[in-house]
């Protein structure tokens, strides 16, 4: 490659080109601060961005060797681009997503006399999210690997999101001694302490004065969502959000006034 200067003709050594990545790009623009306006709204650069982990954490502990570097954020839990054919409910998957169903069995709700609509388990959407944070299956269990992709050379030990002190466990290393805690991340199959899902908006039918209508058929103007009119883990957090503390969808003081009138 060449560049004239002043009619002088310099030579430059041509040099060799390196392959770009999204989540490299996100890492970049963690380093200097820009992913929140660069990347807002985005996966990539957040805690859901699994192939970025090592680049943002500044070690080479994650992907690869806790769980498998399948090259691309998006495929542990959305189906492989290149095969728009593939059909996970075949499988065993929780269908349109790339993840295993869990025991759904194996949960137990929050309950309450006060509960206008009861359920007896989790609605697909949500054991979307339960499937890495219930702690009961490794992270990249995915039900399709992305082409290309080559079992032989997998060497990482598929840890769980779980708080166990055991080796097929996060939380042998993450118990805020050896490094920070996975506790807030595991949330177990014990559900009754969380806030409740999967029951239908107790304001859809102006009946209890104590929830606000929503402002469309998708939930409220300020982002909070509803999923065939319930209340899901994707209401109230939004994982491709790296702007807001937990990946709420709006502030803490006014998430849950967004419903509750009290």
């Not at 820009?34 to 994650?62: C, E, I, P, S, Y």
């Not at 690997?145 to 002190?165: F, Q, V, Y």
């Amino acid at each position: 490659m060449t560049t004239r200067i002043n009619n002088n003709t310099l030579a430059i050594k041509p040099r060799r080109r390196r392959a770009v990545t999204l989540a490299g790009v996100a890492a970049l623009l963690v380093g200097f601060g820009l992913v929140a306006n660069a990347l807002a709204g985005t996966l990539l650069g957040t805690k859901h961005d699994f192939t970025g982990l090592n680049q943002r954490a500044g070690v080479v502990a994650m992907p690869g060797l806790a769980f498998s570097d399948f090259g691309t954020s998006c495929v542990y839990c959305h189906l492989p681009p290149e095969r728009p054919e593939l059909d996970s409910a075949d499988n065993g998957g929780n269908p349109g997503w790339n993840r295993f169903i869990p025991a759904q069995g194996a949960y137990d709700l929050y309950d309450s006399r006060t509960l206008d609509n009861k359920v007896r388990a989790p609605s697909p959407i949500s054991l979307l999210c339960l499937s890495c944070h219930d702690g009961t299956m490794g992270v990249d269990m995915t039900v399709f690997k992305p082409d290309g992709w080559e079992s032989s050379k997998d060497a990482a030990m598929h840890l769980r999101l779980n708080g166990g002190d055991d080796l097929m466990s996060c939380g042998k290393c993450h118990n805020g001694r050896v490094a920070h805690s996975i506790a807030i991340k595991h949330i177990g199959t014990d559900l009754t302490n969380d806030h409740p899902f999967s029951m239908t908006y107790a304001g859809l039918t102006d009946k209890d004065q104590d929830f606000r209508t929503p402002d469309g058929h998708y939930g409220f103007d300020n982002g909070i969502k509803l999923y065939d009119g319930k209340v899901e883990c994707a209401t109230c957090h939004n994982v491709h959000d790296p702007d807001i503390t937990l990946l709420l969808r709006d502030r803490a003081d006014r998430l849950c006034e967004t419903c509750h009138i009290k």
